[in-house]
């Protein structure tokens, strides 16, 4: 099991920012395409971002292009997650993923590890 730990999780308010961390204690995570997925109270997970093994290509979902920022430091094993604009529809339990492909997709199935999620709460 790839030991996925999120941090950066927090309260905000609307309009402010955060900025997601992603790592794995001993485990390049160089090697694995990476999603940032989260999912709010009452609904099933959705896909946020995604980013390739190399860091090269990234994509995001409508609902946050523009305000999230997905990148990686390989060297650092870490992957960021800057949210900026934060809405309260952004409240969620946010959990990064760890893909086998080095090219993944907003299909949940293509990921094989998973954290155990930072809370993100906006509100005033």
């Known amino acids: 099991q790839l030991p996925l730990v999120e941090s950066g999780g927090g309260l905000v308010q609307p309009g402010g920012s955060l900025r997601l961390s992603c790592t794995a204690s001993?485990?390049?995570?160089?090697?694995?395409?990476i999603g940032w997925i989260r999912q709010a109270p009452g609904k099933e997970r959705e896909g946020v971002s995604l980013?390739?093994?190399?860091?090269?290509?990234?994509n995001y979902a409508a609902s946050v292009k523009g305000r999230f920022t997905i990148s990686r430091d390989n060297a650092k094993n870490t992957v960021y997650l800057q949210m900026n604009s934060l809405k309260p529809e952004d409240t969620a339990l946010y959990y990064c993923?760890?893909?086998?492909?080095?090219?993944?997709?907003?299909?949940?199935?293509?990921?094989?590890?998973w954290g155990q999620g930072t809370q993100v709460t906006v509100s005033s």
């Open positions: 993923a760890a893909s086998r492909y080095s090219y993944a997709t907003f299909n949940l199935n293509d990921y094989d590890y």
């Open positions: 001993g485990f390049p995570l160089g090697n694995y395409a």
């Open positions: 980013i390739n093994s190399s860091g090269g290509s990234t």
